[in-house]
């Protein structure tokens, strides 16, 4: 078994900052890809940034320059940094992590989610 879990998510005003964490944990032999995406309501589920496990990172057009992906390899985490939130950025956000489990299969997980509301 596989579990990420999530974290960070809360209420914040216009122009706030929030730091989302995601931990991947249980039956892990290795994890590549990790990344956060997230699903307004009435919307599809989409990509805010994924990095791999080099560092390469990669950005939705409308998170560039306002929000930093980053990861802690000896962790299994992934971290997201929010600033300058809008209103728009509101949205239920979902941890993804690619890992190589103990059946020696990759297989993309899923957290369950923590909610960001951008509100004044």
């Known amino acids: 078994q596989v579990q990420l879990v999530e974290s960070g998510g809360g209420l914040v005003q216009p122009e706030g900052s929030l730091r989302l964490s995601c931990v991947a944990s249980?039956?892990?032999?290795?994890?590549?890809?990790m990344g956060w995406y997230r699903q307004a309501p009435g919307k599809q589920r989409k990509l805010v940034a994924t990095?791999?496990?080099?560092?390469?990172?990669n950005y939705a057009d409308s998170v560039k320059g306002r929000f930093t992906i980053s990861r802690d390899n000896a962790k299994n985490t992934v971290y997201l940094q929010m600033n300058s939130l809008k209103p728009e950025d509101t949205a239920v956000y979902y941890c993804?992590?690619?890992?190589?489990?103990?059946?020696?299969?990759?297989?993309?997980?899923w957290g369950q989610g923590t909610q960001v509301t951008v509100s004044s």
């Open positions: 993804n992590a690619r890992v190589l489990n103990e059946q020696r299969l990759w297989y993309d997980y």
């Open positions: 249980g039956s892990i032999i290795s994890v590549a890809a």
């Open positions: 990095i791999t496990r080099t560092g390469s990172t």
